[in-house]
């Protein structure tokens, strides 16, 4: 398999440059790499949109709104507590 061919079908690859991109700089290799990728594939053009989404509504929850006002209610918290409990149980 030639190196195109490798990066062409390298979701598992593609999807790490795209949240590597979100969180700092690729290089260029990386660059052409992912914009090679995402020019065959539908499903990691949908997960770039999906992630780039994603970031920027963590990011302005975490950096617009006062972040030490929000809380889980204990109600939602003993739930989540029994579902983590029981997943590892398993």
Same mark, same amino acid.
């Given at each position: 398999m030639d190196?195109?061919?490798?990066? %062409?079908?390298?979701?598992k690859k593609a999807t790490f440059l795209i949240e590597k991109q979100e969180i700092g700089a690729i290089t260029m290799r990386e660059k052409l790499e992912l914009k090679i990728h995402l020019a065959?594939?539908?499903?990691?053009?949908?997960?770039?949109?999906?992630?780039? %989404?994603?970031?920027k509504m963590v990011k302005s929850l975490l950096y617009h709104h006062d972040v030490t006002n929000v809380k889980l209610d204990d109600d939602f918290k003993n739930k989540l507590q029994h579902r983590i409990e029981n997943q590892l149980n398993k």
């Open positions: 190196e195109l061919t490798k990066i %062409a079908y390298n979701c065959g594939c539908r499903v990691c053009r949908i997960f770039q949109q999906q992630s780039v %989404a994603i970031n």
